[in-house]
Structure formats: structure tokens, C-alpha cells
T-cell receptor, first 112, second 113 residues
């Protein structure tokens, strides 16, 4: 079935370190891919998205490239800040069904 | 503009009681979703409404759970005879259509004592 798998956390990094959070997917059609972020005490917010293969989504210094050949959508940031500490969710939606599938979330802790 | 609004933000109830959770989606959004997020867990899909189509109820965990959406706008999630394992944050989200991102409310934190 359709699903999203992302790396387990928590991930702990020092400020200015490079971040990668892995996300892979299984889908029967041609999904759109998303990263959502949930800051402490807040609701989920859309971070970035990509709607077709080879698209790169970017926002707030985060990037993710839709790789159809590896069915992946890994989240990266070159230099994390303490304020990036949050839980990150990878998600996909299928056009025909408009149903969203979420990964289990990866908690990121950034130490000063 | 206004985002997705959920009420109440917190609800404490006794085991066995019924609860109703409300969601006001973004105006004009045709799709509405309910998810459940247990402590430290990911998002569990519950139910999905799209326009006037029959809802996708495939994620509802038991027949104690039901939801309706009146007039294509406001939605109510009802949990009957609540159990302690129902304690979680219930999230509502809406979107404007296919391939459009979800916009989430801040959730209702339900605690069953």
C-alpha cells in the first residue's frame, strides 16, 4: 500500500551542523510530496513541497528534492539553528485520492 | 485570513462519557481531514471529507467514532463512551483541492480520566 517511511529520531545536532532527515515513499500513482514541521506547542505547518519528479522544494534554508528513481524526498539544511528544533513529518498525497499519508515524524534537537 | 479553527483546545472527560470536537476549516476549502496524534507518535488518519462525496471513514478506529460535515463547512468528530486509550490530540486539516497542501488547526487535546 501507499506509505511514507522516515528516519527515527531524535536527531541531536549542534548549531550550524548539516542536517539530513531521510524520507522514502511507496505509492501506486504519482504523488506530491511534502515536509511539515511542528514546533513545540504549535500546530503542523507546511515547510515545503514538490509535485513532480526532480522538483526541489525549499523554504527557510531547508531543501528537499523529489527523486523518483530512489522514491525519496530527503530533507536537508546546511546550517541548523536552535530555532529549528521541532518535529518534522514527511507526507505524500495521491492526486486521484487526495489522501495524505504521513511518516511517523522525526524529532530534531539543536544544541547551542 | 483565518486559518483552521478547532474547539475546544483542551477537553478533559471521564471514561464512558461522549465528547464532540469541532473544526471550522478555511473558507472555501472543499477537503477536510481528521487525524489523531498520540503522545510522541505520528499522525493517524481518521476520516476525510471531499465536497459532497461520501466520506472516507477507513481510518476510524471503532464504531464509537463518527464524524459529520454540515453544509460542506464545519465538521464535528464525536467519540462515544470514551476510553482512556482515546486520549490524544485530535487534529483537523483542510485543503483547497487535489495536490494542494493541508492546513492544520492547533488541535484539541483530549484527556480521558
Amino acid at each position: 500500500g501507499d506509505s511514507v517511511t522516515q528516519m527515527e529520531g531524535p536527531v541531536t545536532l549542534s548549531e550550524e551542523a548539516f542536517l539530513t532527515i531521510n524520507c522514502t515513499y511507496t505509492a501506486t500513482g504519482y504523488p506530491s510530496l511534502f515536509w511539515y514541521v511542528q514546533y513545540p506547542g504549535e500546530g503542523l505547518q507546511l515547510l515545503l513541497k514538490a509535485t513532480k519528479a526532480d522538483d526541489k522544494g525549499s523554504n527557510k534554508g531547508f531543501e528537499a528534492t523529489y527523486r523518483k528513481e530512489t522514491t525519496s524526498f530527503h530533507l536537508e539544511k546546511g546550517s541548523v539553528q536552535v530555532s529549528d528544533s521541532a518535529v518534522y513529518f514527511c507526507a505524500l498525497s495521491l492526486y486521484n485520492f487526495n489522501k495524505f499519508y504521513f511518516g511517523s515524524g522525526t524529532k530534531l534537537n539543536v544544541k547551542p | 485570513g483565518a486559518g483552521v479553527s478547532q474547539s475546544p483546545s483542551n477537553k478533559v472527560t471521564e471514561k464512558g462519557k461522549d465528547v464532540e470536537l469541532r473544526c471550522d476549516p478555511i473558507s472555501g476549502h472543499t477537503a477536510l481531514y481528521w487525524y489523531r496524534q498520540s503522545l510522541g507518535q505520528g499522525l493517524e488518519f481518521l476520516i476525510y471529507f471531499q465536497g459532497n462525496s461520501a466520506p472516507d471513514k477507513s481510518g476510524l478506529p471503532s464504531d464509537r467514532f463518527s464524524a459529520e460535515r454540515t453544509g460542506g463547512s464545519v465538521s464535528t468528530l464525536t467519540i462515544q463512551r470514551t476510553q482512556q486509550e482515546d486520549s490524544a490530540v485530535y487534529l483537523c486539516a483542510s485543503s483547497s483541492g487535489r495536490n494542494s497542501p493541508l492546513h492544520f488547526g492547533n488541535g484539541t487535546r483530549l484527556t480521558v480520566t
